[in-house]
T-cell receptor, first 111, second 116 residues
Framework: KQEVTQIPAALSVPEGENLVLNCSFTDSAIYNLQWFRQDPGKGLTSLLLIQSSQREQTSGRLNASLDKSSGRSTLYIAASQPGDSATYLCAVNGGNNRLAFGKGNQVVVIP | GAGVSQSPSNKVTEKGKDVELRCDPISGHTALYWYRQSLGQGLEFLIYFQGNSAPDKSGLPSDRFSAERTGGSVSTLTIQRTQQEDSAVYLC??????????????FGEGSWLTVV
């Protein structure tokens, strides 16, 4: 069974600092990995999707890397803003029609 | 529609009552998923549909839970004889094909269920 762990569970950073969020998974046989954002009381918004053959994906200030062999992904958010405050979820697709989710990194960016 | 639509957005029900939660996926998406998110917990897979068939029902927590999909579009998740432990956010998601194609999965805003 795929286990997904996200560290740290919660963090606060001053505005302008770069954010580094870590995700680890136990089974390296994956199709892809997806990072989501969840605001309080809201659903999930897809941020980045990395296929198993890729090493990273970038969108604006966001960059996600994937090291499949070591079971790790990192989400970098450059020059954080208060609007980046949210919970970030990592989800691993093992091809069995279900995503395995971590419990999230809860981020607060302090103005 | 433009995104995955879920209704009701909030539901408070008495213990023992039945509830129905509805999901309208993105137009043209053949794959549909239901997940549950309990307070302080990660997302828990419930069921997957490809078209109208559900090849994977293994995540449904008990026989009080059932789901169907009609016309390859709208899906309904039904919880019979609700219990307090059923209180959670029920999230629906869709993608243009199944999980093995590696397509992005899009989530709705969720249905927030409270059983009192």
């Amino acid at each position: 069974k795929q286990e997904v762990t996200q560290i740290p569970a919660a963090l606060s950073v001053p505005e302008g600092e770069n954010l580094v969020l870590n995700c680890s998974f136990t089974d390296s046989a994956i199709y892809n990995l997806q990072w989501f954002r969840q605001d309080p009381g809201k659903g999930l918004t897809s941020l980045l999707l990395i296929q198993s053959s890729q090493r990273e994906q970038t969108s604006g200030r966001l960059n996600a890397s994937l090291d499949k062999s070591s079971g790790r992904s990192t989400l970098y958010i450059a020059a954080s803003q208060p609007g980046d405050s949210a919970t970030y979820l990592c989800a691993v697709n093992g091809g069995n029609n279900r995503l395995a989710f971590g419990k999230g990194n809860q981020v607060v960016v302090i103005p | 529609g433009a995104g995955v639509s879920q209704s009701p957005s909030n539901k408070v029900t008495e213990k023992g009552k039945d509830v129905e939660l509805r999901c309208d996926p993105i137009s043209g998406h053949t794959a549909l998923y239901w997940y549950r998110q309990s307070l302080g917990q990660g997302l828990e897979f419930l069921i997957y549909f490809q078209g109208n068939s559900a090849p994977d029902k293994s995540g449904l927590p008990s026989d009080r839970f059932s789901a169907e999909r009609t016309g390859g579009s709208v899906s309904t998740l039904t919880i019979q004889r609700t219990q307090q432990e059923d209180s959670a956010v029920y999230l629906c998601a869709s993608s243009s094909q199944g999980a093995r194609t590696g397509n992005t999965i899009y989530f709705g805003e969720g249905s927030w269920l409270t059983v009192v």
